[in-house]
């Protein structure tokens, strides 16, 4: 599998932008894609995910109400929808994919990812 992740950029704060998550290869073996963000001295989190066969999703509690989740299986392709940004959004985000179809539904945990798209920077200034 793998990812390509783009969509990001430089905004002011306040305003929005959409990353995608394009998936290649055996994407049909994939059951979760989610996104992670790494801000310069932090360590990775994870803020959202969708099981791309059931449609569950997770959104951290930092962007639950201003970045939804979407997937159009038939582009295999998963939408993160960044809006009302704020300065502390800045950071490196990453799209993974999770081969392992969770009981409890998709996982924010990115150890159990296993593969990772390079990462789209997004910088959001005050």
């Known amino acids: 599998v793998q990812l390509q992740a783009s969509g990001g950029g430089f905004v002011q704060a306040g305003g929005s932008l959409r990353l995608s998550c394009t998936s290649s290869?055996?994407?049909?073996?994939?059951?979760?894609i989610g996104w992670f963000r790494q801000a310069p001295g932090k360590e990775r989190e994870g803020i959202a995910c969708i099981g791309r066969s059931d449609g569950n999703t997770y959104l951290a509690q930092s962007v639950k109400g201003r970045f939804p989740i979407s997937s159009d299986n038939a582009k295999n392709t998963v939408y993160l929808q960044m809006n009302s940004l704020k300065a502390v959004d800045t950071a490196i985000y990453y799209c993974?994919?999770?081969?392992?179809?969770?009981?409890?539904?998709?996982?924010?945990?990115?150890?159990?990812?296993?593969?990772w798209g390079q990462g789209t920077l997004v910088t959001v200034s005050s």
């Open positions: 290869g055996r994407t049909f073996s994939t059951y979760a």
């Open positions: 993974a994919a999770d081969l392992v179809r969770r009981q409890y539904g998709c996982s924010p945990y990115g150890p159990l990812y296993d593969y």
